[in-house]
Nanobody, 113 residues
Framework: VQFVESGGGLVQPGGSLRLSCVASGFTFSSFGMRWYRQAPGKEREFVARIDYGGAIKNYADSVKGRFAVSRDNSKNTVYLQMNSLKPEDTAAYFC???????WGQGTQVTVSS
């Protein structure tokens, strides 16, 4: 099982980024997927989740209305569209599947002017 995140970078407050997570080594369409983030000196926190079919989505209160999770089962990929970014969104972003047994290496998002 492997997850490879990409799409992070440096963006100004109010900007947007789209993160991608490509999964391999298992039947992607059978698992819900989650995004988490971890800022320096803080614990890893939940950001968003999507069910195996893409119909059910949930978000942390801190990102609700600004972030959108989606998936393309034909590409074994889950996405996180991040809009109206704030400095407090600065963190390493990780994806994992619903049983949290494997994690990607993360992609860094820095929101700064």
């Amino acid at each position: 099982v492997q997850f490879v995140e990409s799409g992070g970078g440096l963006v100004q407050p109010g900007g947007s980024l789209r993160l991608s997570c490509v999964a391999s080594g298992f039947t992607f369409s059978s698992f819900g997927m989650r995004w988490y983030r971890q800022a320096p000196g803080k614990e890893r926190e939940f950001v968003a989740r999507i069910d195996y079919g893409g119909a059910i989505k949930n978000y942390a209160d801190s990102v609700k209305g600004r972030f959108a999770v989606s998936r393309d089962n034909s590409k074994n990929t889950v996405y996180l569209q991040m809009n109206s970014l704030k400095p407090e969104d600065t963190a390493a972003y990780f994806c994992t599947r619903s049983n949290h047994d494997y994690w990607g290496q993360g992609t860094q998002v820095t929101v700064s002017s």
